[in-house]
């Protein structure tokens, strides 16, 4: 790519990458990463949740709960993944040491970002979670490619065409917001 | 990698036709690669790009599927 990083105006994630791989490899299958996953959707969940409710505007506000909406979705899909892969109807279980809903995309623990959120504008908030969904798309491409299983990658694979749809409908309103400026 | 591998044509794309094609295509359609440090990487990276730093590439291209295209940056 010319001009190389510099010259990328497009989504970026953030993160070491030795970290990030660490957990996916310690993982001993998709049970893990479906677990994982299903936590930091249900953070992600409820920071929009928030969020939606305590939004300036309608404009916001509508789009947060369509968010909300959105990771209910994502939940959904990994609970049938960990239906049919490992025969649990139940929800996934946090992994060792995380309370469910207790953190977000990128390991933020949820209650930092909703005070962090208090006071900010729709503009503000959503740079943020388009920083964070960008991590989404990265996850959910590298456990794809983790993951041995067919059937599990194109899950995951799905998953991940999902939070890109989600990052173009996110820039998008970013840019409408930024030209009524 | 064979002697002919090193006169094969390698294209230089724009920003924004990395951008395009990427957006039109799932991540299991191309390799992505990105040849920088560590440091930089965790910096900021292309959502799904794989670490690969430059000195550490030849031992590493057996990882990625010779019949998909290659974007590294």
């Not at chain 1, 998709?30 to 930091?40: A, G, N, Q, R």
């Not at chain 1, 970002?113 to 943020?128: C, N, P, Q, V, Y």
Request: glycine share 10%; proline share 4%; aromatic share 8%.
């Amino acid at each position: 790519m010319a001009g190389g990083i510099n010259a990328w105006d497009g989504l970026v994630a953030e993160g070491n990458y030795d970290a990030g791989m660490a957990y996916f490899f310690r993982a001993s299958g998709v049970e893990e990463l479906v677990s994982l996953s299903f936590s930091l959707e249900e953070g992600n969940r409820v920071f929009y949740e928030r969020v939606a409710r305590e939004a300036e505007d309608e404009e916001g506000a509508a789009f947060f709960r369509s968010l909300v909406l959105a990771e209910e979705r994502h939940k959904e899909t990994l609970r049938d993944l960990i239906s049919r892969s490992a025969g649990k109807d139940a929800d996934p279980a946090p992994p060792e040491g995380m309370e469910a809903g207790s953190f977000m995309e990128g390991g933020i623990p949820v209650g930092e970002a909703l005070s962090w959120a208090r006071g900010k504008g729709t503009r503000d908030i959503l740079e943020f979670a388009i920083a964070m969904e960008a991590n989404s798309l990265d996850r959910y491409i590298k456990m794809g490619r983790a993951v041995g299983n067919d059937r599990s990658r194109e899950v995951f694979q799905a998953l991940a065409g999902e939070e890109q749809g989600h990052l173009e409908r996110m820039t998008s309103l970013l840019d409408r917001l930024q030209e009524r400026k | 990698m064979g002697l002919f591998d090193h006169f094969r044509p390698v294209s230089t794309w724009t920003a924004r036709q990395v951008r395009k094609f990427l957006g039109e295509r799932s991540a299991d359609a191309y390799n992505l690669v990105d040849v920088r440090q560590p440091g930089e990487y965790e910096n900021g990276h292309l959502p799904g790009a794989r670490l690969i730093p430059i000195a550490d590439l030849e031992d590493h291209l057996h990882e990625l599927d010779r019949d998909k295209p290659t974007i590294t940056y």
